[in-house]
T-cell receptor
Framework: EPEVTQTPSHQVTQMGQEVILRCVPI?????FYWYRQILGQKVEFLVS????????KSEIFDDQFSVERPDGSNFTLKIRSTKLEDSAMYFC?????????FGPGTRLTVT | GESVGLHLPTLSVQEGDNSIINCAYS??????FIWYKQESGKGPQFIID?????DKRQGQRVTVLLNKTVKHLSLQIAATQPGDSAVYFC???????????????FGTGTSLTVIP
C-alpha cells in the first residue's frame, strides 16, 4: 500500500532556529498539504500546494513558514525562526482523487 | 475558516458494546465527509467516508450516518474492541476546486476508551 513518509520523526530545536521538515508524498499524487496538531488539540490546516505553488494557506501560515517541492519527490516545510508555540506534531498529506493520505508526522519540540 | 465540532470529547464503552461518536459540521456546501482514527503518536488514519448524496454508508464494523438537514455526522462502531481505543476525528471537505484540491477541516476529536 502506498504511504506518505516524513522525516525526522522527532526534531528538537532551540527558539529562533530554522527547521526543515521533510515529506515524501505518494508518487502519483498532485496535491500536497501540511497540517499541525498541538498536543491535545485538533488537527489544523496550514497550507496546500499544487502545481508548484501554494494554493491556499491558513492564518497560522505566516511569513515564518514556507513550503517547497525541490524535486519530484520531496515536499518540505520550513520554519525560519522557531517559537515555543511552534511545538506540535506536523503532518504532511497528499491527495490523488478524494482520499487524503497522512504521513506519520514529525514531532517538533522548540525549547 | 470552517468549523467542525464534536459533541462528546470522551467516550468509554465496554468491550463488545456498540459505540456512537457524533460530529457537527458547519458548511452546508461540504459534500464529502471522512472519519479518521488517530492512535497516540500516529497520524490520522482513514476509517470511512461518505458523500453528501448518501445518508448512510457501512464498512466493516463501522457505519457512518449523515444528516444534512441538521449538519450532523455520526460514526457507529459495532462490537467495540480494545484496539478501537483512539481519538476519532470527523472531517468535512467542501467541494473540490482545481486550485486547492480537497481542503479538510477537522473536528476536535473524541477520545474513545474501550474497557475490557
Amino acid at each position: 500500500e502506498p504511504e506518505v513518509t516524513q522525516t525526522p520523526s522527532h526534531q528538537v530545536t532551540q527558539m529562533g532556529q530554522e527547521v526543515i521538515l521533510r515529506c515524501v508524498p505518494i508518487s502519483n499524487h498532485l496535491y500536497f498539504y501540511w497540517y499541525r496538531q498541538i498536543l491535545g488539540q485538533k488537527v489544523e490546516f496550514l497550507v496546500s500546494f499544487y502545481n508548484n505553488e501554494i494554493s491556499e494557506k491558513s492564518e497560522i501560515f505566516d511569513d515564518q513558514f514556507s513550503v517547497e517541492r525541490p524535486d519530484g519527490s520531496n515536499f518540505t516545510l520550513k520554519i525560519r525562526s522557531t517559537k515555543l508555540e511552534d511545538s506540535a506534531m506536523y503532518f504532511c498529506a497528499s491527495t490523488g482523487d478524494y482520499e487524503q493520505y497522512f504521513g506519520p508526522g514529525t514531532r517538533l519540540t522548540v525549547t | 475558516g470552517e468549523s467542525v465540532g464534536l459533541h462528546l470529547p470522551t467516550l468509554s464503552v465496554q468491550e463488545g458494546d456498540n459505540s456512537i461518536i457524533n460530529c457537527a459540521y458547519s458548511n452546508s456546501a461540504s459534500d464529502y465527509f471522512i472519519w479518521y482514527k488517530q492512535e497516540s503518536g500516529k497520524g490520522p488514519q482513514f476509517i470511512i467516508d461518505i458523500r453528501s448524496n448518501m445518508d448512510k454508508r457501512q464498512g466493516q464494523r463501522v457505519t457512518v450516518l449523515l444528516n444534512k438537514t441538521v449538519k450532523h455526522l455520526s460514526l457507529q462502531i459495532a462490537a467495540t474492541q480494545p484496539g478501537d481505543s483512539a481519538v476519532y476525528f470527523c472531517a468535512e471537505i467542501p467541494p473540490w476546486t482545481p486550485r486547492t484540491g480537497n481542503q479538510f477541516y477537522f473536528g476536535t476529536g473524541t477520545s474513545l476508551t474501550v474497557i475490557p
